[in-house]
């Protein structure tokens, strides 16, 4: 069952901005630290960005420093992935992850999963 639903990809072209929401499907996610990874054909799945459960702690994937900047607000169980500046090198399909393992880094660290939004940047 989906317990995370992802929102807001789509075709962009380089250098445009698009934000991600990823909310909860059947529970709520409280004290839980969420994240984003993202996977690209033929490749494995890619850490992006996490934030723990109290919004305080900030985990950025070094292609994505400076550009991307994810944020949460509890009270919507809601995480968000801003994405600026974008790259053709971002295509890929993003999910939506939520774990008890601050600041993890690889998806086997997490229980929870979206089905992913799918980013698209032409050139």
């Known amino acids: 069952q989906v317990q995370l639903v992802e929102s807001g990809g789509g075709l962009v072209q380089a250098g445009d901005s698009l934000r991600l929401s990823c909310a909860p499907s059947?529970?709520?996610?409280?004290?839980?630290?969420m994240g984003w990874f993202r996977q690209a054909p033929g490749k494995e799945r890619e850490f992006v960005a996490a934030?723990?459960?109290?919004?305080?702690?900030?985990y950025y994937a070094d292609s994505v420093k400076g550009r991307f900047t994810i944020s949460r607000d509890n009270g919507k169980n809601t995480v968000y992935l801003q994405m600026n500046s974008l790259k053709f090198e971002d295509t890929a399909i993003y999910y939506c992850?939520?774990?008890?393992?601050?600041?993890?880094?690889?998806?086997?660290?997490?229980?929870?999963w979206g089905q992913g939004t799918q980013v698209t940047v032409s050139t």
């Open positions: 992850t939520a774990g008890r393992r601050s600041g993890a880094r690889t998806w086997f660290e997490y229980d929870y």
């Open positions: 934030i723990s459960w109290s919004g305080d702690n900030l």
């Open positions: 059947g529970r709520t996610f409280t004290r839980y630290d």
